[in-house]
């Protein structure tokens, strides 16, 4: 599974582009200065993080590698190092996750985010990704801190009514959820993803849910049956460019595998969103990026999330490159994408979701 979670810009026919919304019908030449030189610049780092920056922190300022030499493991600058989660907020999710025997990817991928997320940060909304199946994988990705192991536990059958249950104590108007790959079950586990989905539209019809899926090893008929099971929101992560599947990804994934996973979804319910994600930092050239964009959107996939790859542990994928300088130009980003596209260094599928 990926360090991802899940999320949407939430507003079809729009772009954004660090602290602003465009929308895909706007001219250049009708915008007010400000945004159109944004738009021509690019996104600044300001634009990334919260607050305001000293000079020691700003990019030409900084003097630590921006990429890893040979035999070193690369320090991450300091904005993009977060605080030890605390709060009420926090605390009182966590509490509900582990009295209902629940799992996140917040958790279990090490995500950055997971103190904002969980405490609401400026948003005031706490939000979490909930991790279907257990927290053990039958694969090993490189990126990912997730469990693994070739026969995990067995499903928990009363997991997606506690889920459903958890979620309507939080008051929460928009949720993912997320799961390990179990390549040890029939149909991976889509029986599984569609009984939440159901428990959840049950006791709240307007809640709005993605599900962050595997590839159910390309078997379409899993696609479908979680792509039917009222959900409005269809996310399958491509991890990274087809160049770097092999060094990134566990062998019996693939991006053409992906890719049709992405297309069957929408093709079977054409009024749902399709998103995926990538992440930056791991050797990718540009070229590469927008070619794999360029790709997403013949698939007709309606939203792309870019964000920094951040070594879990020692014992994983090393990061290559950082800060955050892989990030298309906004102008060549226009052409790419139909729907909504989102890149920021700390971006997760689900951090900052309900915007």
């Not at 939430?10 to 007010?32: C, E, F």
């Not at 997730?146 to 009363?158: F, G, M, Y």
């Not at 849910?209 to 009222?230: H, I, Q, R, W, Y």
Request: charged share 25%; with cysteine; proline share 6%.
């Amino acid at each position: 599974m990926s360090l991802r979670c899940g999320g949407v810009s939430g507003i079809l026919g729009s772009r954004v582009l660090g602290n602003y919304l465009y929308s895909q019908y706007k001219t250049l030449s009708s915008l007010p200065d400000k945004k159109k030189e944004f738009l021509q610049n690019g996104p600044d780092l300001q634009d990334f993080v919260s607050g305001d920056l000293s000079d020691k922190n700003t990019w030409a300022e900084y003097k630590g590698n921006l990429k890893r030499q040979k035999g070193e493991r690369l320090s991450l600058p300091p904005w993009l190092k977060t605080e030890i989660p605390i709060g009420k907020n926090y605390n009182k999710l966590k509490n509900t996750l582990r009295n209902l025997n629940l799992h996140t990817v917040c958790e279990e991928a090490r995500c950055p985010n997971i103190g904002e997320c969980w405490g609401g940060g400026e948003y005031a909304t706490a939000t979490a990704t909930i991790m279907l199946m257990g927290d053990t994988c039958t694969r090993g990705c490189r990126f990912c801190s997730v469990k693994t192991a070739r026969k995990p536990p067995p499903l928990d059958s009363n997991e997606p009514y506690n889920t459903a249950k958890a979620i309507a104590e939080w008051g929460l108007d928009y949720v993912v959820l997320t799961s390990v790959d179990r390549d040890d079950l029939p149909d991976g586990g889509a029986e599984h993803f569609a009984k939440t989905v159901s428990h959840l539209k049950e006791r709240n019809s307007n809640i709005l849910v993605e599900c962050l899926t595997p590839d159910f090893g390309g078997d379409m008929k899993s696609v479908e049956k979680v792509a039917l099971s009222g959900l409005d929101v269809y996310a399958h992560n491509v991890e990274t460019v087809p160049e770097l599947q092999r060094k990134v990804r566990d062998p019996r994934a693939n991006f053409n595998q992906s890719l049709q996973v992405l297309k069957h979804a929408k093709k079977v319910q054409p009024g749902i969103i399709s998103k995926t994600s990538i992440m930056l930092g791991l050797g990718e050239t540009d070229e590469q990026v927008y070619s794999t964009m360029k790709a997403l959107r013949e698939a007709d996939v309606d939203c792309l999330t870019l964000g920094q790859y951040m070594q879990p542990t020692k014992r994983h994928l090393k990061l290559v490159s950082t800060p955050f300088h892989n990030v298309p130009h906004p102008t060549r980003k226009k052409s790419l994408l139909s729907t909504s596209q989102m890149s920021t260094p700390k971006l997760n599928q689900s951090h900052i979701g309900h915007v």
